[in-house]
């Protein structure tokens, strides 16, 4: 006695045109999405390294503000990386504990004597660091702070 | 009859929807972490604005305590900051803009803003004779003085994306505040040049040192607590009232001014010749609080008790005999000796504040004894007895103070010799003569360039035998201080009942500053 097989009935599939414009179509999106991570990526490790650039300089800032008798090395909160890639130094300009008079009325002021800014010490905390290799930033806080015996 | 779909056909599409499904889906977190990405690429632009306002405030605060310190602390008298400003006779600043900050990069100094909203008096920095020494945040004059600052944090060197973060505005209030030291518990100061410390002496409160850098041999004072600026190094050793080891209290100081002592606008005012009335106080710790003639007339113990018509004023060179004896004050030119009563008693008119320039070679202070000590002396008014000495004048030298009995009246012992030349010894000798083993002197002691050396006599007829004395108030010097040794001991104890006292005593003065506004 024969088998009887059932009838083999073809079951519908997508053609190759149809599976190859699909797969061009996701590898243009996965590309696409890659790149964009990357940039992405790259923004954020930026991003990253500017917020601790600002939270450096404005500690940098608040310590030199505290004036503590030696500044900077010991009192720093944190050490500024120096390699070739996440590159960070910071500097104090002159610490301006004017001798000279502003005088603002030479100066076209008013008649305000007031606020004779020399009495107080003035300095530009700037914190250099780095967006990308090979590339630098800087972020600049002016401060002020009363001079040694008003503190 | 329906059309059918072929099966195949809807297997397709079906694929096909869980396709784009989740195509959408991935597309959707994708572009979220994205836009996350953004995002906090943004927040690290806002980091850096709110830290160079958070900066440019303090900057402002700054400006403000400078201001205040420089200027408004060195008021003399009442001048109105409406129409000059303190001290300035009259000069007008109230009125205008003006740059300060010209040619530096460090400020964008379009203008300062206008000071037209202060309105008030200044405050006198040292001393002040009448008012309450309290506080209150609304009128609190002649304590404390109050001035709001607009200080626009914009001209204080922020740079920021006008657009992105618009301008602001951060504003404070600060605030003058004064208050005598003794009489809130630093019951013995110690100012510079040379406050040494030496013999047996106990401080039932705080010691403010303000020269600690001294050989450790030059402080053996005990006392509850020690503090210290901390500008200097602490080379002195405090000892608690036990003789341990304590702790120096490191909590920060700010800027208190304890007299006028420069010059009047050398180096600090353009235009001097319309301002010439103001002085720079001095912060270091030094001390001018009794006769300030000199640098700062209205402000000072003895012009503002000189400036009440009830004070009795003498001078040890010309007055011959009794002056008030019968209020209790004798001073015999011939010889120099002053000898004051506090209390005389019931019947007798309360002694005013008394003071003396010039030409005593001794002073007698006789306290009280019996109901008069203990139940008539307590409730008197606190009086002040200043005495001056210009070391140009006679030749005669105050060397010899003596504390007789006990006194319970709540009293103000100002000396002062004008220099500290070497040429005379500036030294008083303190005597304490007392019936008793352990006295009590109300008392607040403030000494300007004389060294006091206190002793205790001890003798059969009169009978003294001190060996505790009990001083309740407190000392206030700038110069050495020399204490009896153990056995016996010399008390600082806290004055509780300052109602008169409130009045008299030269106070220490400060700025605090309130951000009162956003920030």
């Keep these: ?151 | 009859m329906h059309a059918t779909v072929p099966r195949s056909a809807r297997r397709r599409g079906g694929a096909l929807i869980l396709a784009l499904l989740f195509i959408g889906v991935v597309s959707a977190g994708f572009a979220s972490w994205a836009l996350l990405i953004q995002q906090r690429a943004g927040v690290s632009d806002l980091e850096e604005h709110q830290a160079r306002k958070r900066l440019a405030a303090a900057n402002s605060e700054i400006m403000v305590r400078d201001y205040m310190l420089t200027r408004v602390l060195a008021a003399n008298g009442d001048d109105t900051l409406d129409g000059g400003a303190p001290g300035s006779n009259g000069a007008s600043w109230s009125t205008s803009t003006t740059a300060v900050w010209k040619g530096s990069t460090l400020i964008d100094d379009t203008y300062w803003p206008s000071t037209t909203g202060w309105r008030g008096y200044a405050l006198d920095s040292i001393s002040w004779i009448g008012g309450i020494n309290g506080f209150s945040p609304t009128y609190d004059y002649p304590y404390s003085k109050t001035l709001t600052f607009n200080a626009n944090y914009k001209q204080l060197s922020f740079a920021g994306s006008a657009q992105e973060f618009p301008d602001d505005a951060t504003t404070y209030r600060a605030y003058l505040r004064s208050t005598s030291p003794i009489l809130g518990g630093d019951m013995l100061v110690l100012h510079r040049p040379n406050p040494a410390v030496t013999g047996n002496v106990a401080v039932q409160g705080r010691v403010v040192h303000f020269a600690p850098n001294l050989a450790a041999s030059a402080y053996t004072a005990r006392s509850q607590r020690f503090t210290s600026p901390g500008q200097v190094a602490l080379t002195v050793v405090p000892a608690s009232i036990a003789g341990g080891s304590l702790l120096v209290s490191n909590l920060p100081w700010t800027a208190v001014s304890s007299g006028n002592f420069s010059n009047p606008n050398i180096g600090i005012d353009p235009n001097p010749a319309i301002s010439t009335d103001w002085r720079l106080p001095d912060y270091s710790g030094l001390l001018n609080v009794i006769d300030a003639s000199s640098t700062n007339a209205s402000n000072s113990l003895k012009s503002e008790v000189s400036a009440n018509t009830s004070t009795i004023q003498a001078t040890g060179t010309t007055d011959t005999l009794t002056f008030d004896s019968s209020r209790g004050l004798t001073v015999i030119g011939s010889t120099g000796v002053a000898t004051i009563s506090p209390c005389l008693g019931s019947s007798t008119v309360d002694l005013p504040n008394v003071v003396i320039s010039n030409g005593l070679t001794e002073m007698i202070i006789d306290g009280q004894t019996g109901s008069n000590l203990t139940s008539y002396a307590p409730f008197r008014p606190a009086f002040a007895v200043v005495y001056t000495q210009d070391a140009t004048v006679t030749g005669r030298n105050l060397t010899t103070i003596r504390l007789r009995n006990q006194n319970r009246r709540a009293m103000i012992l100002a000396l002062k010799k004008a220099t500290r030349s070497p040429a005379i010894d500036h030294t008083i000798n303190v005597i304490v003569e007392s019936p008793v083993t352990d006295p009590t002197w109300r008392l607040i002691i403030i000494a300007e360039n004389v060294p006091l050396n206190i002793t205790y006599a001890t003798s059969a007829i009169p009978l003294y035998q001190a060996a505790t004395v009990n001083l309740v108030g407190g000392i206030q010097t700038d110069s050495p201080l020399i204490f009896p040794a153990s056995p016996q001991l010399f008390e600082i104890q806290l004055e509780t009942d300052t109602r008169g006292l409130l009045r008299l005593s030269p106070r220490l003065a400060w700025a605090e500053t309130f951000l009162t506004g956003k920030l």
């Design chain 1, 1 to 151: 006695m024969k088998s009887r097989r059932p009838a083999c009935t073809p079951s519908p599939a997508y053609t190759l045109v149809e599976i190859l414009v699909a797969m061009s179509i996701v590898a243009l999106a996965i590309g696409a999405a890659s790149q964009l991570s990357l940039t992405q990526s790259v923004a954020e490790d930026v991003t990253q390294k500017k917020s601790f650039a600002v939270n450096y300089a404005e500690n940098l800032a608040r310590i030199w503000q505290l004036a503590p008798r030696d500044l900077p090395g010991a009192y720093l909160l944190a050490q500024p990386n120096s390699d070739a890639v996440s590159f960070m130094s910071h500097y104090f300009d002159s610490n301006l504990s004017t001798s000279t008079v502003d005088n603002p009325a030479a100066l076209g002021g008013g008649g305000d004597y007031g606020f004779d800014a020399y009495t107080v010490d003035r300095t530009n905390v700037r914190v250099t660091w780095s967006p990308a290799p090979g590339t630098t930033s800087n972020i600049d806080f002016p401060a002020l702070r009363l001079q040694p015996a008003r503190r």
